[in-house]
T-cell receptor, first 111, second 116 residues
């Protein structure tokens, strides 16, 4: 079983839609949770960073962490064609700096 | 400010050959990481340098892989001899903070390695 599960998609939505991206994980030691966006032929770019449980909002993006369910989400409001990319969740524990990634969800926002 | 630079962007070699990948982190970043993504799999951690010292190399798959960071600046990752299963995208990342909530990793665009 993978430590972090993420639906690979692709997820296709019309412009302006609300997008929900999710990851589940099995390691209860994970404390730091991140969402990265990766465009084609580019490296991952950090979007959101949360510690432990709760919500964090930044512009059109909201990250949620539910540690009791081992479930994290990224919501994108008013999605734009420029949001079309692969979204990766990543997480780590307190013991080190190694990130454990999900496989990524490919998102396509159609004009 | 220049980002993390990786060279080459693509490399095609035959099984048994040697390949060296290079990463230039953002100036002033003490932390340097190597990650890789093989076909159909997740991005996986290889190792972590703090300046010139290997902090964690638990992700290195075997002794055919050798990473160095002489002088604490750029880093190289050598694969010798390369095997078919080494094909994938090798990412380098750097950061200024160690641990803590404020650490932000900056990734390079990766080196696509194809072993034929």
């Amino acid at each position: 079983q993978k430590e972090v599960e993420q639906d690979p998609g692709p997820l296709s939505v019309p412009e302006g839609a609300i997008v929900s991206l999710n990851c589940t994980y099995s390691n209860s030691a994970f404390q730091y949770f991140m969402w990265y966006r990766q465009y084609s032929r580019k490296g991952p770019e950090l979007l959101m960073y949360t510690y432990s449980s709760g919500n964090k909002e930044d512009g059109r993006f909201t990250a949620q962490v539910d540690k009791s369910s081992k479930y994290i989400s990224l919501f994108i409001r008013d999605s734009q064609p420029s949001d079309s990319a692969t979204y990766l969740c990543a997480m780590r524990d307190n013991a080190g700096n190694m990130l454990t990634f999900g496989g990524g969800t490919r998102l396509m926002v159609k004009p | 400010e220049a980002g993390v630079t990786q060279f080459p962007s693509h490399s095609v070699i035959e099984k048994g050959q040697t390949v060296t990948l290079r990463c230039d982190p953002i100036s002033g970043h003490d932390n340097l990481y190597w990650y890789r993504r093989v076909m159909g799999k997740e991005i996986k951690f290889l190792l972590h340098f703090v300046k010139e010292s290997k902090q964690d190399e638990s992700g290195m798959p075997n002794n055919r892989f050798l990473a160095e960071r002489t002088g604490g600046t750029y880093s190289t990752l050598k694969v010798q001899p390369a095997e078919l299963e080494d094909s994938g995208v090798y990412f380098c990342a750097s950061s200024q903070e160690l641990r803590g909530l404020t650490e932000k990793l900056f990734f390079g665009s990766g080196t696509q390695l194809s072993v034929l």
